[in-house]
């Protein structure tokens, strides 16, 4: 059997590997889900034939768990290519596709674009920001803004005005966020400072 | 009299018919069945219906030689070939395997130069061998391309430049080179005969002008169907020129400018009364749906295989829809929507709901057990389904087959392999044999999911109309396919993939495989041995084995078994071996 080590020196190729029949010893775990909601029967005679085959679409139907279910194995589902090549990711959330905002931060000579869809929330927005700009952020509390820091996080609202980041919900903001502006120096501590 | 020599004095008296008249006769029967009933009848029958006949169909490319063809039939003006075994369709069959258009083009050539229609099913095609037909045959009228592979536009550009008297050209789900749309710009200034135009899957922008110029000329068009790259916009420039459309296959459906063009496409559906079959939709959204409702009261088949509809889409779109007899959709639409299925289409006689994400395991949507229990408490006449699930149980079969008895085609595909009955983790054993006992006309059948030897056991007993059978990841034993060879009388096709069926499965159907069009057997326990001894046993069946790389020396990775007049091929490549 490979070692796992070998595989993952590869370009994944394991899991984008055909086979059918006894997975080995790799995927434990899926074999252990595979197995818990999968009653089959022990076929005989299945070992011999795996082997070190590859087995593309070689047997084994039926071994006490079923192939990772990471595994495709060729020609299932029983798809037509030219409907499978039909299926464009549709926009299922059609208007939705990415809220990319533009972020400034004062003093950085270029911009850059964030889309707001892939952060669950404020906390992990700020640490993508400090991420990107190489910066802190002070601590966040309502009454008083972002404390302990030169730098606070604003952005331009659909009204046009700029507002302090976090105090609307998570979700208004990623609605009414138009752009993004990392204040830095006195101006910032005009806005902190909690009007 | 007595009674014995009447008889015989009754048939001296057909048979002295002239044969004129018998023929004339003869050209009314359409149906090849019948066709073939008659030609038993005696030689001068014989012989009446194949001066009779205009249109052969050849359901296995290999089962006779062009030349036993054109000798028995000398005035064919119609030709359907099936090639490839149907798993090719999933990739199973290794490329370059055969079944080439051009041995029998050769013979059309000189023996059918009046031939009008060619309509080939997994054949393979290259643009040479379109433009010999398209200059061979200077009546050619009717050129139909389904699931075939080998061509580029380029043929289809030779088809439109030389075909003067084309009226249908029907290109669907071909593997095929798609360099550009100019091969439709091709058809001459002055040429009209087109009634039938069908390039959904062509992925290639074609020159719009000439296509609308195409349309307007054309007015005997009933058949159109664009591909997604002619937009919404585009759409109701076609549909004015064509008010006669029977038939009508829409390419993107999205509204990429809302107001303006609705009004637009309204009128243009408004005129469109004629329809009876709707496809294509791709992209299509709440926005844009509505523009269909007028022209969907006298729809009989519609085709949203391509459109990732909702639940509540479907729901509103299907209230427009009385008339459904054919209804496909993808699994977005989600038991929900099937539910509007049940409660708005009573007409409704095929289902074919296909998968959006087949290779996501994880994926929580698409439809259940529960989608398909519902259209079959509101479509009591459903009679063919196709069903991609993720799960399903045996108790929900049973109901839905003791709603539904007349099933002539059931063909469910439970996607994870050996998957049992979710909720009692039973084999889905008792779902089949509920299916075989009660859909007594049942002609085709596909199995799925976890099953042991009793579902075939059941099927053998039980399925006595039953003419294809399809199964993947199941049985137990040899038991399971001799129970289904040792029954099913009717058995016509019989194609199994990686299931623990070796050679004494094979060898009990040596009576059978006669009867039988194919046998396919790939991913099975079968060795070379057993093939070959099957190939001594029958040499008037061809047993070939599709080597594959890597394999042991003794496997046979996928055998191929069907019945021929023409003796073993002789244009096999090297790894199909002919025992």
């Known amino acids: 059997m490979e070692s796992k080590v070998a595989y ?6 394991k899991a984008t590997e055909l086979r059918l029949g006894l997975p080995g010893t790799d995927y434990s775990e899926e074999q252990a889900l595979f197995s818990a909601r999968n009653n089959k029967r022990p076929l005989p005679d299945t070992n011999e034939k795996c082997g070190s085959k590859g087995c593309t679409d070689a047997p084994h139907a039926g071994n006490e768990t079923a192939p990772s279910t990471k595994t495709q194995i060729v020609g299932w589902p029983p798809i037509r290519s030219y409907r499978k090549n039909n299926l464009q990711p549709k926009k299922t959330e059609p208007e939705a596709a990415g809220i990319y905002v533009k972020v400034s931060m004062d003093g950085a000579p270029y911009l850059r674009k964030i889309d707001l869809r892939i952060y669950k929330g404020y906390p992990e927005l700020l640490q993508a920001l400090e991420n990107m700009f190489k910066f802190t952020i002070g601590e966040y509390s309502e009454r008083e803004g972002y404390k302990g820091s030169e730098y606070v996080p604003t952005y331009e609202d659909k009204d046009g005005d700029w507002m302090l980041v976090g105090d609307v919900p998570w979700d208004m903001f990623m609605s009414s966020c138009k752009r993004l502006r990392i204040m830095k120096g006195s101006e910032a501590r005009g806005l902190g400072c909690g009007i | 009299m007595d009674p014995e020599r009447k008889k015989v004095l009754e048939r001296v008296a057909v048979s002295t018919f002239p044969d004129e008249v018998l023929e004339r006769v003869l050209v009314q029967l359409k149906s090849h069945k019948d066709r073939s009933s008659v030609s038993l009848v005696c030689h001068s029958w014989y012989d009446a219906e194949r001066f009779s006949r205009t249109h052969v169909f050849i359901a296995n490319c290999y089962s006779v030689t062009p030349e036993i063809v054109s000798r028995r039939f000398p005035n064919i003006r119609s030709v359907s070939l099936k090639g490839k ?27 059918y130069p009046f031939l009008e229609e060619l309509r080939l099913k997994r054949m393979t095609v290259t643009d040479e061998s379109l433009e010999f037909l398209a200059l061979s045959c200077p009546n050619f009228k009717g050129l139909s391309l389904l699931s075939c592979d080998g061509f580029s536009t380029d043929g289809l550009a030779a088809i439109a430049t030389h075909c003067k008297n084309l009226t249908e050209l029907d290109i669907q789900e071909n593997d095929l080179n798609d360099k550009s749309g100019s091969w439709l710009s091709c058809f001459p200034e002055n040429f009209s005969s087109l009634e039938v135009l069908n390039f959904a899957n062509l992925s290639n922008d074609v020159n719009f002008e000439a296509l609308e110029r195409l349309v307007s000329r054309c007015k005997s068009l009933k058949v159109l ?3 997604r790259n002619i937009t919404l916009e585009q759409l109701p420039r076609l549909l004015i020129h064509a008010p006669l ?13 809302p107001a303006c063009q609705y009004s637009e496409l309204e009128n243009a559906f408004n005129k469109c009364m004629n329809l009876n079959t709707l496809s294509g939709l791709s992209e299509v959204t709440a926005l844009s749906l509505p523009a269909l409702y007028p022209t969907c009261a006298n729809l009989t088949f519609l085709n949203l295989s391509c459109a990732a509809l909702q639940s509540g889409e479907l729901a509103k779109l299907l209230v427009h829809c ?30 074919r709901v296909f998968p959006t994400d087949p290779f996501d395991e994880d994926t929580f949507h698409g439809v259940t057990e529960s989608g398909f229990i519902a259209v ?21 079969v049973e109901t839905i087959v003791q709603n539904c008895p007349d099933f002539t085609h059931f063909r469910l595909c439970i996607m994870n392999p050996w998957q049992p009955d979710y909720q009692t983790n039973e084999p889905m054993d008792k779902a089949f044999c509920a299916v075989v006992k009660t859909c007594t006309r049942l002609q085709r059948l596909a199995v799925s999911g976890l099953l042991t030897d009793l579902t075939f056991e059941y099927i053998g007993k039980y399925a006595k109309n039953l003419e294809t059978l399809s199964v993947a990841f199941a049985g137990s034993s040899d038991w399971g396919m001799q129970c289904v060879l040792g029954g099913c009388p009717k058995l016509r096709k019989l194609e199994i993939r990686d299931c623990p069926f070796g050679n004494a499965a094979l060898l009990s159907g040596l009576d059978k495989y006669e009867s039988m069009r194919s046998l396919w057997m790939s991913g099975c326990k079968v ?7 099957l190939a001594k046993e029958m040499p008037r069946l061809n047993v070939e084995v599709i080597k594959v790389d890597g394999s ?17 091929r002789r244009d096999a490549p090297p790894f199909v071996l002919t025992l």
């Not at chain 1, 993952?8 to 190729?13: G, I, K, S, T």
């Not at chain 2, 090719?88 to 023996?111: E, Q, Y």
């Not at chain 2, 042991?552 to 073993?568: C, F, I, L, T």
């Open chain 2, 245 to 257: 459309l029977t038939e009508l296959g829409t390419g993107s459906f999205l509204q990429e400018h």
């Open chain 2, 322 to 351: 009385p008339c459904l007899r054919r209804l496909w959709v993808l699994d977005t639409v989600e038991d929900k929507g099937l539910e509007a299925v049940g409660s708005n289409c009573p007409l409704l006689e095929e289902l």
């Open chain 2, 225 to 227: 169907k664009v591909n």
């Open chain 1, 8 to 13: 993952e020196n590869d370009l994944n190729l």
């Open chain 2, 552 to 568: 042991n020396e003794s496997q046979a990775d996928k055998v191929y078994v069907y019945r021929s007049v023409a003796g073993p």
């Open chain 2, 85 to 111: 075994p149907r798993f090719s369709d999933f990739n199973l069959v290794p490329p370059k395997w055969g079944a080439d258009i051009r041995s029998w083009l050769v013979m059309f050539a000189a023996k």
């Open chain 2, 376 to 396: 079959s408490y509101g479509c009591r006449r459903l009679s063919y389904v196709l069903y991609f699930c993720r799960q399903m149980t045996n108790a929900a």
């Open chain 2, 527 to 533: 060795t070379m041995n057993g093939c070959r001894l």
